[in-house]
């Protein structure tokens, strides 16, 4: 019900936008957010937003590297990577959550896209 795209080979240093758009689900009522998954380790919720777009969560790890937005008229969120790392290599799930209000509750998210693969290389 999503589909993510935008992946690839990168550079560190160098940038990436991912993108997500849903043309099933009724995207303006969910919050949205993008997880990632690196080789043996536990997925992570990097970034969300909310429905409006007004408040926006980053991991620790991405805070003013990335930025989360949404277009709600045409169903897309987007994650702009900045300064990528090579910690940053992973795929890239992006996902829904009906919770409007706490976005960084990771069970919440209930629609998943098909993870994009992002490699940084040093």
């Known amino acids: 019900q999503l589909q993510a795209s935008g992946g690839g080979l990168v550079q560190a240093g160098g940038s990436v936008r991912l993108s997500c758009q849903t043309s099933?689900?009724?995207?303006?009522?969910?919050?949205m957010g993008w997880f990632r998954q690196a080789p043996g380790k536990e997925r992570e919720l990097v970034a969300a937003?909310?429905?409006?777009?007004?408040?926006?969560y980053y991991t620790t790890s991405v805070e003013g590297r990335f930025n989360i937005s949404r277009n709600n008229a045409e169903n897309t969120v987007y994650l702009q990577m900045t300064n990528l790392k090579p910690e940053d290599t992973a795929v890239y799930y992006c996902?829904?959550?009906?919770?409007?209000?706490?976005?960084?509750?990771?069970?919440?998210?209930?629609?998943w896209g098909q993870g994009t693969l992002v490699t940084v290389s040093s």
């Open positions: 996902a829904a959550s009906l919770n409007g209000y706490q976005l960084r509750v990771t069970r919440d998210y209930k629609y």
């Open positions: 099933k689900l009724r995207f303006g009522a969910y919050t």
């Open positions: 937003i909310n429905r409006g777009g007004g408040i926006t």
